[in-house]
């Protein structure tokens, strides 16, 4: 395939940042300071539900230093989440880590002490943790606006006609068509936070009467004005975007952080920021939602599927703030990975005395995927289809439809992912290698070997709308206002890169704005995927419309038409005589600057998709499961950054990727509610020792996406494993294993109730 020549697009191009990050000169929240600037902490319940009879507060704030102490009676009745019921401070405690009172103090150390000296009574209630539990008739209500603990779905961005479940033709009729039906439970529960290196945080100030400023640690700093507390007042609200110590989906929330921090700046008449201690982002700042499938599949003898039916039990905690969100992409999803004419599977999101959810890497079809691929895998092993062949033959095709985020019905117009997939399965060997369900690749001793494979494809690539300006100065440089921060992965590079390769610039001729709402456009964010389509068109197109106007501004001192030039390294000249050329200067003179503007509407019409196969080692004495090695396989149309697509693609394992399948977990103590590994000690996490094998395949056919035919596969690499993962170990020792993740506790249990069943 003929591949068009870039000077910077595929090209191992250093980050603009990168002398900056190493050198410690980048400034992150943590470092900012300002004159008067306060520490705020959270006073947290140590209850899971509770009501708050009493709070005494004087001895607090009798402490030198101490300038602010709110409680729920001492602020207006601000609400955020979805719906917009969960109150900023209440009277009543739902999870061990809520939120009872905030100091606002000089020094750390000094609103740390007030913590302890305010005086709370509580009425401690019943707690209920489980999703199935919680809907039970008796089980403790935690909110008088959810009856019987169930959330509303949908979601007011997702538009009136959100995807709320997967329901379409003739479950029914599907059935009567299939050859096998199989039916099963599947959970991918108790998954932590993706924990990034930077905890959660935020710089907040005040000032009268309602103006608020934030510098928030958030991947998506236009959204902090959406996603703020609703309140009667009408507040005017700008956002500095700040580096993000690693994003990974769940810097999309902090709106509860962000209001504790504006409250106590409020109160105090100075800036105050809060910063979460890594103890209490394990414990308080949100985990994935819980997932637990209870499905039904029907399949013909082909690999065909011709019905599903089942209930999704999604655990949101104690409250929601993106899980009606990652319902609606989840549905979506699922319809990619599996072509079926006949659904009804239907959510039920349940709130209970947990910690609270959030997004994160994988939004909503990782936690529905890694629950239903395993009870897919029944159908395939009674049918003895090889997975492969099944992926092959069910994901999305061109033309193929779905209904996606927002309820419409979309068709897929992109490549077909065949090649890929064949192309990572001859990287890995897995015909030579898998042996057929439920059968180890080799047996050792006690050592069992077992080989999966697991799928994930998402249109969010194509997700929300972007904004972008691009300003051409006369001496041959040009900036770029977005609202985009960095958040780890280089993109705010790569969309230099773009904006250079349009415009023939020197790389280092192009820079980028800080993220500013104030004058920035607006910006959704890197999310989904998103940005090498979604915000890599904004880019494109904003460079090329300020360089249509550059050269429109030449053509009088040309002579020329519009299509007769060009513009390279700041001079503009004729295609047919590039001799004849003239510096931008000489056009735009000392007082002019060419801004162009860039606009992406949401697309859901193209998918991006992973393949991931892995090989594990089971050792059946210890249950200690090794992940030997993993091969990665996707298709992006175009390299845009070599190093940081591998890098991407390297981040498969943790944190909250296939390690989530093997111990990566947040354990709650059910008689107290309280998390007992929140710490870098007891929480269990790879080290750099203990990394597998990985490799990946790249391929590169061309997309219908934007000028450089490139879309983005970041948020989906750690999507395939967890259910890749669960499929090996099933091999390896020889039955079903339908819980994660893969501790040696339950492999051992495992096979002694195998053993006992073999001797009954």
């Given at each position: 395939?003929?591949?068009?020549?870039?000077?910077?697009?595929?090209?191992?191009?250093?980050?603009?940042?990168?002398?900056?990050?190493?050198?410690?000169?980048?400034?992150?929240?943590?470092?900012?300071?300002?004159?008067?600037?306060?520490?705020?902490?959270?006073?947290?319940?140590?209850?899971?539900?509770?009501?708050?009879?009493?709070?005494?507060?004087?001895?607090?704030?009798?402490?030198?230093?101490?300038?602010?102490?709110?409680?729920?009676?001492?602020?207006p009745?601000?609400?955020?989440g979805?719906?917009?019921?969960?109150?900023?401070?209440?009277?009543?405690?739902?999870?061990?880590?809520?939120?009872?009172?905030?100091?606002?103090?000089?020094?750390?150390?000094?609103?740390?002490?007030?913590?302890?000296?305010?005086?709370?009574?509580?009425?401690?209630?019943?707690?209920?943790?489980?999703?199935?539990?919680?809907?039970?008739?008796?089980?403790?209500?935690?909110?008088?606006?959810?009856?019987?603990?169930?959330?509303?779905?949908?979601?007011?961005?997702?538009?009136?006609?959100?995807?709320?479940?997967?329901?379409?033709?003739?479950?029914?009729?599907?059935?009567?068509?299939?050859?096998?039906?199989?039916?099963?439970?599947?959970?991918?529960?108790?998954?932590?936070?993706?924990?990034?290196?930077?905890?959660?945080?935020?710089?907040?100030?005040?000032?009268?009467?309602?103006?608020?400023t934030?510098?928030?640690?958030?991947?998506?700093?236009?959204n902090?004005?959406?996603?703020?507390?609703?309140?009667?007042?009408?507040?005017?609200?700008?956002?500095?975007?700040?580096?993000?110590?690693?994003?990974?989906?769940?810097?999309?929330?902090?709106?509860?952080?962000?209001?504790?921090?504006?409250?106590?700046?409020?109160?105090?008449?100075?800036?105050?920021?809060?910063?979460?201690?890594?103890?209490?982002?394990?414990?308080?700042?949100g985990?994935?939602i819980?997932?637990?499938?209870?499905?039904?599949?029907?399949?013909?003898?082909?690999?065909?599927?011709?019905?599903?039916?089942?209930k999704?039990?999604?655990?949101?905690?104690?409250?929601?703030?993106?899980?009606?969100?990652?319902?609606?992409?989840?549905?979506?999803?699922?319809?990619?990975?599996?072509?079926?004419?006949?659904?009804?599977?239907?959510?039920?999101?349940?709130?209970?005395?947990?910690?609270?959810?959030?997004?994160a890497?994988?939004?909503?079809?990782?936690?529905?995927?890694?629950?239903?691929?395993?009870?897919?895998?029944?159908?395939?092993?009674?049918?003895?289809?090889?997975?492969?062949?099944?992926?092959?033959?069910?994901?999305?095709?061109?033309?193929?439809?779905?209904?996606?985020?927002?309820?419409?019905?979309?068709?897929?117009?992109?490549?077909d992912?065949?090649?890929?997939?064949?192309k990572?399965?001859?990287?890995?060997?897995?015909?030579?290698?898998?042996?057929?369900?439920l059968?180890?690749?080799?047996?050792?001793?006690?050592?069992?070997?077992?080989?999966?494979?697991?799928?994930?494809?998402?249109?969010?690539?194509?997700?929300?709308?972007?904004?972008?300006?691009?300003?051409?100065?006369?001496?041959?440089?040009?900036?770029?206002?977005?609202?985009?921060?960095?958040?780890?992965?280089?993109?705010?590079?790569?969309?230099?890169?773009?904006?250079?390769?349009?415009?023939?610039?020197?790389?280092?001729?192009?820079?980028?704005?800080?993220?500013?709402?104030?004058?920035?456009?607006?910006?959704?964010?890197?999310?989904?995927?998103?940005?090498?389509?979604?915000?890599?068109?904004?880019?494109?197109?904003?460079?090329?419309?300020?360089?249509?106007?550059?050269?429109?501004?030449?053509?009088?001192?040309?002579?020329?038409?519009?299509?007769?030039?060009?513009?390279?390294?700041?001079f503009?000249?004729?295609?047919?005589?590039?001799?004849?050329?003239?510096?931008?200067?000489?056009?735009?003179?000392?007082?002019?600057?060419?801004?162009?503007?860039?606009?992406?509407?949401?697309?859901?019409?193209?998918?991006?998709?992973?393949?991931?196969?892995?090989?594990?080692?089971v050792?059946?004495?210890?249950?200690?499961?090794?992940?030997?090695?993993?091969?990665?396989?996707?298709?992006?149309?175009?390299?845009?950054d070599?190093?940081?697509?591998?890098?991407?693609?390297n981040?498969?394992?943790?944190?909250?990727?296939?390690?989530?399948?093997?111990?990566?977990?947040?354990?709650?103590?059910?008689?107290?509610?309280?998390?007992?590994?929140?710490?870098?000690?007891?929480?269990?996490?790879?080290?750099?020792?203990?990394?597998?094998?990985?490799?990946?395949?790249?391929?590169?056919?061309?997309?219908?996406?934007?000028?450089?035919?490139?879309?983005?596969?970041?948020?989906?690499?750690?999507?395939?494993?967890?259910?890749?993962?669960?499929?090996?170990?099933?091999?390896?020792?020889?039955?079903?294993?339908?819980?994660?993740?893969?501790?040696?506790?339950?492999?051992?249990?495992?096979?002694?109730?195998?053993?006992?069943?073999?001797?009954?």
């Amino acid at each position: 395939m003929n591949k068009t020549a870039y000077r910077y697009i595929g090209k191992a191009i250093p980050r603009k940042d990168a002398r900056d990050i190493v050198t410690g000169n980048v400034r992150f929240v943590d470092d900012i300071k300002f004159a008067g600037l306060l520490h705020g902490k959270v006073l947290r319940s140590p209850h899971p539900h509770a009501n708050i009879k009493k709070i005494d507060k004087r001895r607090a704030l009798e402490l030198k230093g101490v300038k602010a102490i709110l409680t729920w009676k001492d602020i207006p009745d601000w609400k955020g989440g979805t719906p917009a019921i969960f109150r900023v401070l209440d009277k009543k405690v739902r999870y061990v880590g809520d939120a009872v009172a905030l100091v606002a103090a000089t020094t750390e150390n000094i609103a740390r002490e007030a913590l302890e000296l305010i005086d709370v009574e509580y009425e401690v209630l019943p707690a209920v943790y489980d999703a199935e539990e919680a809907l039970q008739p008796d089980a403790p209500q935690l909110y008088d606006e959810l009856p019987g603990n169930v959330v509303t779905p949908g979601a007011f961005i997702l538009g009136p006609k959100a995807l709320t479940d997967v329901v379409m033709g003739d479950v029914q009729e599907g059935f009567a068509e299939a050859d096998i039906i199989t039916e099963g439970t599947c959970s991918y529960e108790n998954m932590p936070n993706p924990i990034p290196a930077e905890t959660p945080g935020v710089v907040a100030l005040w000032e009268n009467p309602n103006k608020v400023t934030l510098w928030p640690i958030s991947q998506h700093p236009s959204n902090s004005k959406l996603f703020f507390p609703a309140t009667d007042e009408q507040l005017d609200i700008r956002v500095h975007g700040n580096p993000c110590g690693g994003g990974f989906g769940s810097r999309g929330r902090g709106w509860d952080t962000e209001a504790h921090a504006v409250l106590l700046s409020r109160a105090a008449g100075q800036p105050v920021k809060i910063i979460l201690t890594r103890e209490e982002h394990l414990a308080t700042f949100g985990v994935r939602i819980s997932s637990r499938i209870k499905a039904k599949v029907g399949m013909k003898k082909d690999g065909t599927v011709t019905a599903v039916s089942g209930k999704w039990f999604v655990n949101t905690g104690y409250h929601s703030s993106h899980t009606q969100f990652m319902i609606g992409v989840g549905c979506g999803e699922v319809q990619i990975a599996i072509r079926c004419p006949n659904w009804d599977l239907k959510p039920v999101i349940v709130c209970t005395n947990r910690i609270p959810t959030g997004p994160a890497r994988g939004f909503g079809g990782q936690e529905l995927k890694s629950a239903f691929l395993p009870l897919l895998s029944l159908a395939m092993a009674k049918a003895d289809i090889d997975p492969l062949s099944f992926f092959k033959k069910n994901f999305i095709k061109p033309g193929d439809g779905y209904f996606w985020r927002d309820g419409r019905w979309y068709n897929y117009r992109g490549p077909d992912f065949m090649a890929a997939m064949e192309k990572g399965a001859a990287q890995f060997g897995w015909h030579e290698k898998w042996k057929g369900w439920l059968k180890p690749t080799s047996v050792s001793s006690a050592k069992r070997r077992g080989i999966g494979v697991g799928i994930h494809g998402n249109a969010d690539i194509g997700e929300d709308s972007s904004e972008v300006y691009v300003q051409l100065h006369p001496f041959g440089t040009a900036v770029i206002n977005s609202n985009i921060v960095e958040i780890g992965n280089g993109q705010r590079s790569n969309y230099i890169k773009m904006v250079a390769e349009v415009l023939q610039l020197p790389y280092e001729k192009v820079s980028m704005s800080d993220s500013d709402t104030m004058f920035n456009p607006y910006e959704f964010g890197p999310a989904g995927s998103r940005g090498t389509y979604a915000i890599g068109s904004a880019m494109i197109a904003a460079a090329e419309d300020a360089r249509k106007k550059i050269i429109e501004l030449s053509m009088p001192a040309l002579n020329a038409e519009l299509d007769e030039l060009d513009t390279v390294d700041g001079f503009i000249f004729k295609k047919n005589d590039p001799d004849s050329r003239v510096p931008w200067i000489q056009v735009m003179d000392f007082d002019r600057v060419c801004t162009g503007l860039g606009r992406f509407e949401p697309d859901f019409t193209l998918s991006n998709c992973m393949i991931c196969f892995v090989e594990v080692e089971v050792d059946t004495e210890t249950g200690k499961v090794t992940l030997a090695k993993v091969v990665n396989a996707t298709d992006v149309g175009q390299i845009i950054d070599p190093l940081g697509i591998q890098g991407q693609l390297n981040g498969c394992l943790g944190t909250a990727g296939i390690d989530s399948a093997l111990f990566e977990e947040t354990i709650l103590d059910p008689k107290i509610g309280r998390v007992m590994n929140a710490n870098m000690i007891d929480y269990k996490w790879r080290t750099f020792a203990e990394l597998p094998k990985i490799d990946n395949v790249i391929l590169e056919t061309p997309f219908p996406s934007h000028r450089f035919k490139a879309v983005g596969v970041g948020e989906i690499a750690t999507s395939p494993g967890p259910a890749a993962v669960l499929m090996a170990v099933s091999n390896a020792l020889g039955f079903w294993m339908h819980d994660y993740p893969l501790t040696p506790d339950k492999i051992l249990k495992a096979l002694s109730q195998t053993a006992d069943k073999g001797r009954a």
